[in-house]
DNA sequence: ACCGTAGTACTGCAGTTGCAGTAGTGTCAA
DNA sequence: TTGACACTACTGCAACTGCAGTACTACGGT
């Protein structure tokens, strides 16, 4: 099993590329080398097996998909309101925009999840403990709503996001603008 | 290419089932043959190509997905209220609980379209047609609520469904008739 | 009633692909 | 010089597709 951190970190996000592009389906260890410009080979010698594989490309693309700390301290400047709540959600479905990739693998990686346990157990236990933490740090922070709010902004959330990953079109006749900050407003009484 | 519709039916609720089970992956013609009980090579009779093949069972899992008229005339006859309106959320809920397979295979589906570009304009007109029909039947059916808010409502709704189809582990601190109830509740004014 | 034909269903095979895994060699840095 | 990593090449295997050939069924004509 080989080490060097920056290669495996390559053959990931080469392979959070693949999934993405090509579905669960076009992810296979030969797929990666080639993704990655690496001999062929080589994803072997860093996974032992597709399990391994797909548990690490999960810790990669969380990686990815968590907001710059920094950025978020400069968004957090400002009293908190629903203007700022409302900014949140915008940086968070832009954030998601800009790295479809790992948006998508995400979704593969919950899918697979359905089918492979020590997947599932990984998956339930990172997201469970981001949303309580999301939650909390919304309610820590004096931004406005209660637990049940928070937690429902994120579901509505994540429902707009999926549509807008995979099937805009559902989402042409509304403007996303829009029905965040209507989310926002309604949701956090 | 064979047309006993009986036996395409069969043949599609096998691959759905092969979807959700195996995912995207797994899905062959062989798979379907097995799946169904039916000889080697069916499935190679009844659709052409894969891309054939997932276009019509886009349509099959359509078709099952969608509420029985009867049942729903029954609960329509209630005052349209918040509290039908929670109704309708809750069995909704329990509709896609009900065919697990049926809408794992749709998420299937929906990430498959991002790389298919027949599958996405199918699946972009059918989605966006259901989503704007299920407004519009909202709004004329007096229950309460703007268009903004159903829509919201119903990307809510969808967030918490595929949360609780692949890591329900979110939803455990939440009571599901709690989250709708207020949902309901506060997005429709 | 019989036969021929067309349409449909089934079976098995052959060829192909493409993967995982591993052994072996090369290279570089400590 | 030694050890870790990079690269290459090979083997064996599993699964898929597509085809070709066969069996069954229905139907229409005589």
Redesign the interface.
Known sequence: MRQNPARRTALLDAAIDVL??????GLTLRAIDKEAGVPTGTASNYFANRDELLTQVMRRTRERLTPDPEALAETMKQAPSHELAAELMRQLLTRMRNDRAGN?AM??L??????RADL?TE???F??EE??QVVDYHLTAGLPGDR??V??L???????I??D??????L???STD??IE??VN??L?
Do not use: K
């Open positions: 993405a592009r090509e579905g669960s389906r998508l979704l593969e919950r899918l697979e999840a359905t089918r599932h998956l339930s236990g997201l469970a949303n309580r049940t709010g937690a429902l994120y579901f509505a959330m994540f429902g707009l999926v549509d990953l995979t099937v805009p079109a559902i042409e006749p509304y829009d029905l209507q989310m309604r949701l009484p």
